[in-house]
């Protein structure tokens, strides 16, 4: 029974791992895109969101 508690702790901290890993490829890809778009010219559009209208602009 041991055992099967330190595989599963092993593989449960590779799970999260990997999902740190993949989340910081996406934010680097998502910057690399961000320069791309700057130099080809193309706009920043985003859909509207709920907080674009935050009380606290004001």
Request: contains cysteine; neutral net charge; charged residues 25%.
């Amino acid at each position: 029974m041991v055992v099967i508690n330190i595989w599963l702790t092993v593989i449960l901290a590779a799970a999260v791992l990997a999902a740190i890993c993949a989340w910081l490829n996406t934010r680097i890809i998502m910057k690399d895109l961000a320069i791309i778009k700057a130099k080809l010219g193309i706009k920043e559009e985003r859909p509207p969101s709920a907080f674009d209208d935050d009380l606290d602009k004001n």
